[in-house]
């Protein structure tokens, strides 16, 4: 069974820290990892990444993929108040079109 | 990047009534969309997968008779929760696949929060 699992479940974090949010996953016929942000609507996309080692990058935010160990990490660099949200990692796989999505990493910053 | 727009955003309804929610790629069309439920606090539920065309394919614990899917067309998809009850009250977000670059890529509707009294 596809499995996604994300960590920590959720943290605590000043305005000014970085954080890491970790996805890693087991899937058959893996295509691509998404990453998304979620305030109080839908989920907005950040990145879709799909080889080992490129580092995508967005501003204060960048994210990587190690395709090998199975896992890819966000981070987000001197955090504000507005980073303040549920960060999703998805895997696409490449047969059946679904994504398959991990629990979650809910990140306050405080002021 | 691609736009997907929901209504309506929210909805209250009584007991027995039917709601239709509709899902439109705005700048792109789509062969797949998608159609989420997610309660307070959790992730993503996928409810079904929706091909422009042909019927949707359901997940497993899903009533295709209660949410009756209908993707007309390339750009709109409809779910309809049919004879609502207070348990369906939850938070349905649609996406729609984009593959007009080469990589494709789901976007998200911004939801639509359904309340059943």
Redesign the interface.
């Known amino acids: 069974e596809d499995k996604v699992v994300q960590s920590p479940l959720s943290l605590v974090v000043h305005e000014g820290d970085t954080v890491t949010l970790n996805c890693s996953y087991e899937v058959t016929n893996f295509?691509?990892l998404?990453w998304?942000k979620q305030e109080k609507?839908?989920?907005?996309?950040l990145f879709?990444l799909?080889s080992s080692g490129i580092e995508k990058k967005s501003g204060r935010l960048s994210s990587i993929l190690d395709k090998k160990e199975l896992f890819s990490i966000l981070n987000i660099t001197a955090t504000q108040t507005g980073d303040s949200a549920v960060y999703?990692c998805?895997v696409?796989k490449a047969a059946g079109?679904?994504?398959t999505?991990?629990?979650?990493t809910?990140v306050l910053v405080k002021p | 990047?691609a736009v997907v727009s929901?209504h309506p955003s929210w909805v209250i309804c009584k007991s027995g009534t039917s709601v239709k929610i509709e899902c439109r790629s705005l700048d792109f069309q789509a062969t797949?969309m998608?159609w989420y439920r997610q309660f307070p606090?959790?992730?993503?539920m996928?409810m079904a997968?929706s091909n422009e065309g042909s019927k949707a394919t359901y997940e497993q614990g899903v009533e295709k008779d209660k949410f009756l899917i209908n993707h007309a067309s390339l750009t709109l998809s409809t779910l309809t929760v049919t004879s609502a009850h207070p348990e369906d009250s939850s938070f349905y977000?649609c996406?729609a696949?984009d593959g007009s670059s080469g990589?494709?890529?789901?976007?998200?509707?911004?939801?639509t929060r359904l309340l059943v009294l």
């Open positions: 295509r691509s998404l998304y609507k839908a989920p907005t996309f879709m799909t999703l998805a696409d079109n679904k994504l999505f991990g629990g979650g809910r | 990047g929901q797949t998608f606090k959790q992730s993503l996928l997968t977000i996406s696949r990589i494709e890529t789901q976007y998200f509707g911004p939801g």
